[in-house]
């Protein structure tokens, strides 16, 4: 069964873990000066959570990275600086 896991790291401090079913470690949280402020982080999570967003950042990237195969063949070996500008400016 799926939980949190609420514990006290080497410094001290707060922290909290998500455990998949299976055992795994899925995320962990930042370090809370207070178990206050960690369960309330919890309790955050899991009131919103439900509604939050997938933001798929990779789908976009992929035509790109497809691309610059293929801009890197049709041009001499001398323009290879070329693909680095471009990722600079991305």
């Keep these: ?3 949190f896991e609420i514990y006290k790291d080497k410094k001290g401090e707060t922290r ?8 795994e470690v899925m995320f962990s949280s930042e370090g809370y000066k207070s178990k206050a402020s960690a369960v309330k982080a919890v309790e955050s999570i899991k009131k ?4 939050a967003a997938v933001d798929d950042m990779t789908a976009a990237a992929k035509p790109e990275a497809a691309a610059k195969p293929a801009q890197a063949a049709a041009k001499p070996a001398a323009k290879k600086a070329a693909p680095k500008q471009v990722m600079a400016k991305a």
Aim: aromatic fraction near 14%; charge should be positive; proline fraction near 7%.
């Design 1 to 3: 069964m799926h939980k």
């Design 16 to 23: 909290f873990r998500f455990r998949a079913g299976n055992g």
């Design 48 to 51: 919103n959570a439900p509604e």
